[in-house]
């Protein structure tokens, strides 16, 4: 059993940084595959970027390749996502995930509660 706590939303200008961090419980969290999805308003939840279990592997999807960077310390059972130049289209709740290497939300086992994260133009 993994429970997941996301932190670091907020509101930020168009062009700033945030900082999601990803807490994970349970002594299991290193085995995992570790995913950031997001979901807007009246659209569906869709992939952001994934993490191998030892942080070897990474992937983004294509509108954030550049601007976010996904990591993991297993030391900490913590997963981030470093997000720049922001844009409105990325205001969105944010999860995080552990499961299976997928971009596809049903291959994954647990989820967090999401944080909200919203872009101002």
């Known amino acids: 059993q993994v429970q997941l706590v996301e932190s670091g939303g907020g509101l930020v200008q168009a062009g700033g940084s945030l900082r999601l961090s990803c807490a994970a419980s349970?002594?299991?969290?290193?085995?995992?595959?570790m995913g950031w999805f997001r979901q807007a308003p009246g659209k569906e939840r869709e992939f952001v970027a994934i993490?191998?279990?030892?942080?070897?592997?990474?992937y983004y999807t294509n509108f954030v390749k550049g601007r976010f960077t996904i990591s993991r310390d297993n030391a900490k059972n913590t997963v981030y996502l470093q997000m720049n130049t922001l844009q409105h289209e990325d205001t969105a709740v944010y999860y995080c995930?552990?499961?299976?290497?997928?971009?596809?939300?049903?291959?994954?086992?647990?989820w967090g509660q999401g944080t909200q994260v919203t872009v101002s133009s």
């Open positions: 995930a552990a499961g299976r290497w997928s971009t596809t939300a049903t291959m994954y086992d647990y």
């Open positions: 349970g002594r299991t969290f290193s085995t995992y595959a």
């Open positions: 993490i191998s279990w030892n942080g070897g592997n990474t």
